[in-house]
């Protein structure tokens, strides 16, 4: 089971990932697969692109002024 330090659901999928792409690397059998290959490209892609967006939104979340009238 993979532990996170957050009880953030993104934090926790994101360290699933991670742990499964170091697994599937291990493993020099499967990583010979074209298609294997492809897909884990495209997770450790996903990652990054999940992880720059998560990034702008808490710098978009710092940004924004706090208006008490809008916390409904």
């Known amino acids: 089971m993979i532990m996170t330090k957050t009880d953030v659901l993104e934090d926790e999928i994101i360290a699933y990932s991670e742990e499964l792409i ?3 690397e291990k493993e020099e059998t499967l990583i010979q697969y074209p298609k294997v290959k492809e897909q884990l ?3 450790k892609e996903a990652i990054v692109d999940d992880m720059e967006q998560l990034q702008c939104s808490k710098d978009l979340d710092i ?3 706090t208006l008490p009238f809008l916390d409904t």
């Open 22 to 24: 170091k697994v599937i």
């Open 63 to 65: 940004r924004r002024p």
């Open 41 to 43: 490209n495209l997770l």
